[in-house]
C-alpha cells in the first residue's frame, strides 16, 4: 500500500519559519517527481513546488525565495522549508508523487496523494 504521510504543520508568526516532512512508503520514490501543494479555505488547491529525482526544482512565484524543497532518497522523504512565512501562506499543505521525470503544476498528474497537514500562519 502506497503511503505519503506529511508531518511538521503547526502555527507560526508571521515572519518566522516551518519545515514539513513527506515521508513516503509502499514503493521506491527515488525515480519520482515529488511536489507540494496548498489548499487555502475556499480556494483551490495550488502548486507550490517539485522536485524532480535529479534534485532539480520549481516553485511557484508566490514563494520564490522563500520556500525551500529537497529530498532524502536514501529515506523517502521530501521535505519543505518555509522560510518568511505570510499569512497568505495559511493553507493545507499537502504531498504529491508522479512516476517520472516530468514535473507538471497540475494536479491531475499526480498519482500519489497525502492527508495534508495544516499551517497557519498568523499576523
Known amino acids: 500500500q502506497v503511503q505519503l504521510v506529511e508531518s511538521g504543520g503547526g502555527l507560526v508568526q508571521a515572519g518566522g519559519s516551518l519545515s514539513l516532512s513527506c515521508a513516503a512508503s509502499g514503493r521506491t520514490f527515488s525515480t519520482d517527481t515529488m511536489s507540494w501543494f496548498r489548499q487555502a479555505p475556499g480556494k483551490e488547491r495550488e502548486f507550490v513546488g517539485g522536485i524532480k529525482w535529479s534534485s532539480s526544482t520549481t516553485y511557484a512565484d508566490s514563494v520564490k525565495g522563500r520556500f525551500t524543497i529537497s529530498r532524502d532518497n536514501a529515506k523517502n522523504t521530501v521535505y519543505l522549508q518555509m522560510n518568511s512565512l505570510k499569512s497568505e501562506d495559511t493553507a493545507v499543505y499537502y504531498c504529491?508523487?508522479?512516476?517520472?521525470?516530468?514535473?507538471?503544476?497540475?494536479?491531475?498528474?499526480?498519482?500519489?496523494w497525502g492527508q495534508g497537514t495544516q499551517v497557519t500562519v498568523s499576523s
Open positions: 504529491a508523487a508522479r512516476s517520472g521525470s516530468r514535473l507538471y503544476e497540475d494536479i491531475k498528474k499526480y498519482d500519489y
